[in-house]
Structures are given as C-alpha cells and as structure tokens.
C-alpha cells in the first residue's frame, strides 16, 4: 500500500488533477465560444478590478456584512493552499523522488495553519447546520466534500504528530490527498479553478455594460 | 433552370420600367430655381412646422398654423383654400401630388392637394403610394373598426385592428396585416389559437396566425407574402396565405426576387442564415442576417450579417466583406448595373459609407442612403456634419453646405445631380454637374 | 400581516413536514393564476422534457455550466434578497434556494419534471425573483443568480408556463409592439393631445412627430401613452425649455419596454427591440433619449441588443436621469425654485446596477430639491423595489405576495422620514406606489419630470 502510494498513486494523482483541470477549462473556453457574449465581453480592467475588490478580505459588502465567516474562510483558503506545498515534510519527499526543493514553513506553523484549515472546516460544517439559509441548499455532498478536504489534514496532522498508527495515517493521509486533488476538476471543488473566470466575468458585466460596481 | 431564367428576365423588365420613370421628365436643363423663401413664409404666419420636399424638388411644402388658430398646408409659399383644425404627416406621392392627415369637426380624412376625400374618419394614419402614385392607402378607424381605406373608397370588410399596410408598385394590390378575431382582455388561449391575418384588396387569407409581420409584394403584384408566428417559438414564411413548410426559431422580413423567389432571413439552431421558399440556400451560420437585397438582374444577392458579436459587416452571395463595424451596418444598396454594393455603416458613433466594403475615409455626424450613378462608377450621398448639411461624392463632402439638404438624385444620364437645399432661409432646386460636385 | 402568520406557524411546529405544510398554504401561494394553473394541465412530459432539453444543451452554454458547478452552497447570497430580507430571512427565498428549487431539479432529473413541478418554478421564478441582480453582486464567485432565473424564465415561456397578466403583455409586444395593447392611431393620438396640454402650460411647446434627421428621438414605455399621459406633456415642457431638436415616432417603434425580456419570449424581445433602433435609423436621429424607466433601459441597453448581437446600442442611448443630469449640469435648464418637501429617492436596479447612475440622480436630486434625504443601503446596495422584472406585470393575484416580499422597502423608505419618494423608472413608480398603501406609509410617489417642470425656469417668451 505505501510503496503505491509513494509512487503510483502520486502520479496518478497529480495527472488526473492537471489533465482534469486541463480538460474542464478548455471545456469552459470552448462553452464559452458557444455563449456568444462571454468572451466579447469580457474586459481586463473591469474584470481585474473585481477580483481586486474580492481577494483583498473587506473589500466587499456582502464580506463586511459577514466578519466572522469573510476571516474563516480566508485563513482556510489561504492555509489550505500554502500548508501542503510548504511543507517541510513534503519538500522531503519532493527531494528525495525529484530533486527539487523550495523553502519550508516553520514546523510550529505548519501546525497552527493545518489546525486553521480543520478548525475552518468544522465551522463551515456547524455553518451548514446552524443557519437556516446554508442549511436548505445543503445535502450530503456539501458534507462529502468538506470532508474529502478535510481527511489529508486530519490524516496528515495525526500523523506528523505520531500520536497512533503512524504508518497507517501516513497511507491514509496519501491515498486521502490523492483523492482530494483528483476530485478538484470534477466537483464543485472546481471552483478552485473557475473562481478567477466568474468574478472577472461579472466584473467585466458590470464594469464594461453597466458601468457599475459589483462589490 | 428555364424558370431561372424567366424569373430573371422578369425581374429585368421590371427594373427597366422602374428605373425608366425615376427622373426623366424632370427638368435637368435649369441650373438654379428659387422655389420658395422659407423666411418670408415663416413670417406670415404664427407657426410653420417641418417642410417636405417633393422627389423632384419642385415643390416645397409644411403645414402652417395661422394666426386664428387654424391649419392648412402651405406649397411654394401658396396655402390651400381649405382650414383645418389640425393638418399633418404632409407626404408628396411618387408623382408630386401633395397628401395631407386633416381634421374637420372632429373627423379624420386625408387631403389630396389641398382637396378632402368624402369618407370620414375617427381617425387615418400612415399615407402609403404605389410606386407611380396613382394608388393611395392608409389605415383608418371608425367607431372602434379598423379599417383600410384606398384611394378615398373603404374596404368592406372591417377589423378588429390593423397594424401594417403594402401598396405593391404597381398599385393593384394592397395589403394589410390585420386582427380577425376579437380577443377578450387577457386571453392567452385564444391568443396562441392565432387572431390575425392577412387582408390583400379586401379579401382575407383563408388561415390565421398567432402573428403576421411586415408584409411584402413581388413585383408583378401577384403575390403577398408575410412573416408568420405558429407557436411560442415557431416562425415561418407565409405567401399568399399558404406557410412553409419548413419551420424556423425566428424569421425577418421576406422580399420577392423576381416573381416567384422569396428569400427570408431565418434563424437556425440560434444562428441565422438565409433561405429561399424554405430551402437554405447560403452555408453561413451568422450571429445575424437581415436587410437581404438584390442587385437588379436577381442574380446577386446582399445582406447586413454579423460574423461575430458585436461586428457587423455585409456579406454578398454568402461571401463576407472584410471589415466590419462595431455600431451598425444598414441596408445594402446595389449599383443599377449590379457590379457594386454600397451601405451605410457606422462604427464609434461615427457615420459613414462602405462601397465593395471599403469605407470612405471621411465619416460624418450622419449620413442618408447612398446613392449610385447609372453606370455605378459614382456614389452620392447627404450627410451632416457640425450642424450643417452638403453632398458626399465617392467620400467627399463638397464644399459648400447648407441649412438643408434633401437627398441627392442622380440626372438619367449620370452627368448631373439634383440639389434640392435651403441656403440662407430660401428653398433652391438646383442641377449641378458633377464635376462641380468634385470640387 | 402574511408574513408574521407564516413565521409564526413555522416556529410553533418542530415537526418539519408539518413545517413544510405550513410554507405551502401561504396564501400567496395559493394565488389562482390560469397562466400556471391551465397551461400546465396542456403539456406532455415529452414536450417538457424535449424544450428543457433544448434551453439546457442548445440555448444555454459556458454561463450555466460554470455557474452551476461553482456554487458551493455558501448560503451568502441570501443576504442580498429583499425577499428573503422581508420574509424574515426564510430561507426558501434566499437568491439560492430559487436556484434549488427550480434549476438545480430540473438539471438533477434531466427535465423530468411534471406540471406542478413547474407551476411552482414560475411562481419562484416570475413572482419570487425580480431579476434585480443585486445577489449576482453579492455572490463572491460572481454568479450571475439573476442570469440563472432567466433561464427558467426562458424554458416555462416556451411552455406558456407563465403569469397570465405577463403572458399577455408580451402577447401585446409580439402583436403591437408595445407593452399595453396601445393601437396606432391611439399613439398618435395622445401626442396630439398632449401637444395641446403642454400648450396650454407653455407658448409654443411642440411635439414634433417623426421627424426626420432630429437630433434626439424620445421614446417611452406604453403606460405612457396609456394611462400617465400627461408626463408626455412634462417632458414636451422641458424639451421646449431645453431648446432641443427632437421627435416622437409616429410609427411603431416608440415604445421602449420589452416585457417579452422577462417573460423568456426572447424572439419578442429582440423584434421589438429591432423595431425600436430601426426607428431612430430611419429617423436618423444622433441619440435616443428614453423617459423614466428602468427595465426599458436594461431592454434596450442590452439585453435586446445583446440578442440582436449588437455589443453596445447602434445609436446612443441616454436615461431620462443622465438626459436631466445633463440638462442642470450645463445650466442648460434652470431651477427657479427648489421642491420644497422632504424627498427621499429609489434606485432603480436597472439604471444603478444596470448604469451606474446612481450618483447622477442624486446630483439630480439635490439640484431639484430643498430636503433631499437619502435612502440606506444606496446606489448600488439599495433594495430593488419587487415591481421590476416583470414582477408587477404577474398582475393583481401575486400583488400581496410582492408587498410581503418588500417589506424592507417600506422601512427603508419610512426611516428616511420624507413625504416624497421620486422613482425615475415606472416599475419602481407603480410598485412603490402599492408598497405605500399596502404598508400605509402616508408618503407620495413622483417622477422627476413632474418635479422638474414645477421647478424649472420657464423663460419669458414661452410663458403663456
């Protein structure tokens, strides 16, 4: 199982997720050519000024309207991105299979980030059973995917801290991470990539048609 | 092909007779004619609305409104004898006869050089001619029926509405787009079973539909035909009364090529191509197709097509120009001998003309439809620029302007051009060679 | 109050099925409308499934895909809904749960969904959802929701699932080109009256019909010449004032609204918007100037042009707010007199949102009147007024269910404390003028026009 994962499995992985993403969004461009007015209208300013006003947290109403939830879900989105490929642990591994290396979060911090994408987590699962208006357009799925997000960090936390069953947490960690990345092209996961593509879009509606804001 | 052949020949006849009587009894010898000072008429009297000119600029009309309250119309500085309480929509037919929408006591009729048709009216709208004249029809109302009124006589048959009317060229046909069934107030149902139809001299189409739009003759005014609506989303052509069979998601105006070919713009699979008596007959898939003309002989077709969103340009037998334009393209105009295209087209709200889809260089505030000389060498048109109006030759805006222009006619010969304009508060009817027009 | 009964009746039984019975006999749920209760009773699961079909793989591509794989359920739209606001934040209104309720089922079954499946979407759909895009501002992936609603819109037109009261305005732009069944001697012949009323508040006012190479064609929306005739009148007033070379069509082609927009009808839609530039071509006008509305502006901005394929109007087009703004700004009209009153503003969706006038109105607003007092949320941010989309267009069966959906709108509008709302479109004038009695606000709805021909300088010579 681990000798696998340690090598076929990452390929696999890493392929399914780059030819997925590949796939889906030269899929969306082609649907995009289809819905005449797409491409037409979208606009470099406008478009980059929206996703500007979107990254940055605050910037928005609907974020300021929704302190708590705008700071969870920056923390998480951000630790989510940046505590796999920093990790001092993964950088080991790329080094040993590849060669290449880059610099490492400190391991103290490694921690606290992959507890802030658990703990975000957890908030967005007690989200969707506390409020009524996330509660009626949730259903197992939404669950499903927190958790397939969720499992490499739980997988991955329990076993960097070697509290039980190292070697089975190190390959359900693996197999979980596979899973995860394999899953962003084709599920709502995929958001990930088409995020940058819709908020430009608006952007571009509003800033270049209408001649408004979208924020 | 024998029936290709004949329709083409056809249409050649009808062109001929039709170009034949544009201009040739018109004086083309007098230089300069000072028709009417329009200051001078603009004093006399308490109100002088928009002046019309008539095709061969010898006559300039408006209504005026006199001091006691009154109006009438005012030709060459000459009123009619008769007072109305209200007089508008002055329109000269083909032939220079001046028409008028007058009230009298309330009623409604139209004045035919300054003498009132019988009929009366609740009301009349829309003037239309033959294309020599002879034939004037127009739409009316009385006592809530609607109906169609030519030449002064009153179909029989009566509507419950009328939206739309064709007079062919040769005038025996009139056509009109019109409700058969009465429909009570929010009737969905009744409305998808279909309440209107086609009426061609006061006989109706056998068959409603849910729709009829923008009726049109061949030339030999032997057939009618319309856009038709079937269902929510289903469009076809119509000619005299009888559907394609074949359907489309949308459809625009048919026009006739020849007598029995009728071309449509329709739209397939959300893209439009053009089809004629049902077939498809260009492969373009454009995002648009409308405005499809003829060149005079039928065998070259142009249309107004957009290749991509938002670009517009024309395409001809199928085959695009290579510029296109952000704003607009209107219709195509073929040279009489069928050699050149030429439009008005319109990009960063800047007007101007394309010929064989190269535009002019100069663009304008406005332009009129271009005109081409008989051998198609020469394209004029009016056009606007900084609040002033003159004639643009091949691109070129003359040097002089004016107050006014009417748009330019070319002299049978092509030596000359007609100028009817107002320079310093006068009307002049001017013939102009056009040479001077280069200078 | 509706809304309180609901809430309460929702609160008061933990079972939730009894819950779910308590949401379906909301009595404007129950509205009688033969739009949906007779239409549906006409339709096959093959005729069903086979438009459904069409609208999802022909009609529909990179937006719909894109928008319904991005969703990730966040709820944060709901936010943005003055349903959802003035229903106590149920959450069967947020912009999402529309979505849920009507695409995400019929995309989830492949179209194999039944009559009262659909009875129920058009409800959501036309009565529900103003189309106000103010949620597609606050999603933060930028899904347009409003764009999703549209769609449904569009499948139940091809069905003839719609509003009946809507359905039949439509069928009045597919037939007259207009929204109100107006005939064409009955357009002409208001203007000739109104010619003779703004004569008698001003010498030599002037409606001058279809008159070629004006520089600016004024059209408007049906309602005008229907049953608000005298702001035809207004605007011949402040023309003359202005000093400007205009024209009315006297053709077909002066009316600017397009409800078949709405509705779904989009081949109506773009015909009458064909109708509508053919018109300022063949009038060879520089510009066209539109009166106050909002939807008509969106119609004939861009959702007609955009079907037509035209990226931007082929003849400018100016809002009655930007004609007016420029008309102060330039000192080219003059007030006398400012409005005394206490006057608070409505941002029309379509003209904020949809043009970003919001400001303009407001210098507008201030130039006009002594106590201006404006709204919160504002400009883009305001609350869209649940008559626009063709919401009020459903007609009098849904029209309490729209004031119970707006009921943040009435306390937005009190909280100001003035006695004048201005509405420079006529959905926001009608709906707000409901919205006033229903909640019995004690205030009065204006048009700017009817503010600015009280207050303008009229000069001497054309004084009566």
Known sequence: MYEFARGPLVWIALLVFAGGCLYRLVWMVRAAKQDKVVIPYMSWKYGLRSLLHWIVPFASRNMRLHPVMTVVTFVFHICLLLTPIFLLAHNVLWQQSWGVSWWSLPSRLADVMTVAVMAGGIFFIG?????????????????????????????????????????????????????????IPFTRLSHMLYFIFTRMYMGSEFGAVRNAKDW | MDDLMETLGAIKTTVAVNSASVGDTWDWETAEKRIADLLEIRGRFAEVHEVTVSADGEKI???????????????NGEVWPEMFELLWYLKFSPDGKLTALTKSDDQWTIAVDGECWEEKFEYIWNTQFSADGKVIAAQAKREMDYLIVVNGAVWSNIFVSTRGLAVSNDGRKVAAVVQAVPLKEADIFGFLEGTWTLAVNDKKWDRNFINVYRPTISPDGRHVAAEVRLDICEYTVATDGEPWQQRFGCVWEPLFRGNQSLLAPVRVDGNWTLAENGRLIWKGAYNQ???????????????????????????????LWK????????????????????????????WTIAVDGI???????MVWNPVFSPDGNDVIAKVNKNGRFTIALNGRAWRRDFEAVWEPVFSPDGTKVLVKAVEDGKYYRRVVPIQELMG | MVEKAGSQAAQAVADPEIETKAKKIRPEQMVKDPGLDETIKRLTPEQIESVIKRVLTKETAARLRVYLDTCVHCGLCAEACHTYLSRDRDPEYSPVAKVKNTLWEIVKRKGKVDGEFLKNASRIAFTECAVCRRCSMY???????????????????LLYVVPAYLQDTTNSHAVTMNQMWVQEDEWIDTLQWQEEEARMEMAKARIPLDKEGADIMYSVI???????????????????????????????????????????????????ERQHYETAFRLKVKKIVMGECGHAFRGAAYDGPKWLVWKHPPVPLIHAVEFYYDLLKTGTIKIAKKFPEPTTVQDPCNIVRGKGLGKKLRYVMNALCEDFRDVNPRLEHNYCCMAGGGTINCGPPWTRSRMVSNKVKAEQFKATGAKIIVTPCHNCHSGIEQLVSFYKLGMHVKFISEILVECMEVPQHLKV
């Not at chain 1, 390959?171 to 899953?183: D, E, F, P, S």
């Not at chain 3, 999603?139 to 037109?157: E, K, S, T």
Request: aromatic share 12%; net charge neutral.
């Open chain 3, 139 to 157: 999603c933060p992936f930028g899904i347009d929701i409003a764009y999703l609603l549209i769609v449904v819109r569009r499948i139940l037109n």
């Open chain 2, 359 to 365: 535009p002019w260089t100069e663009t304008f505030d």
């Open chain 1, 127 to 183: 989200r969707r059973l506390r409020l009524p208006e996330v509660r009626n357009v949730t259903d197992y799925s939404d669950y499903l995917l927190i958790a397939v997000v969720l499992a490499p960090f739980v997988t991955g936390f329990i076993a960097s801290q070697q509290w039980f069953a190292y070697r089975t947490m190190v390959i359900l960690h693996m197999w979980t991470g596979a899973l995860m990345l394999m899953a």
């Open chain 2, 323 to 350: 510029k296109t334009y952000n704003d607009a393209v209107l219709e195509p105009f073929f040279s009489p001998d069928g050699r050149r295209v030429a439009a008005i087209v319109k990009d960063q709200n800047r």
């Open chain 2, 61 to 75: 009309a408006a209504p005026v409104k006199t001091d006691d309250g009154n109006f009438t119309a005012c030709v």
């Open chain 3, 222 to 272: 049906a309602p005008e010449p229907k049953i608000l005739a005298q702001l035809i009148n207004y605007m011949a007033q402040i023309m003359t004032v202005a000093g400007m070379d205009w024209t009315m069509p006297a053709t077909d082609g002066w009316d600017n609204s397009n409800m078949a927009m709405y509705s779904g009808d989009f081949e109506t839609m773009g015909r009458v």
């Open chain 2, 289 to 319: 197709l409308w405005y499809q003309r003829f060149s005079p002989d039928g065998s070259r077709i142009a249309a107004v097509v957009s290749p991509a969103f938002g670009k517009w340009t024309i395409a001809v037998d199928d085959k």
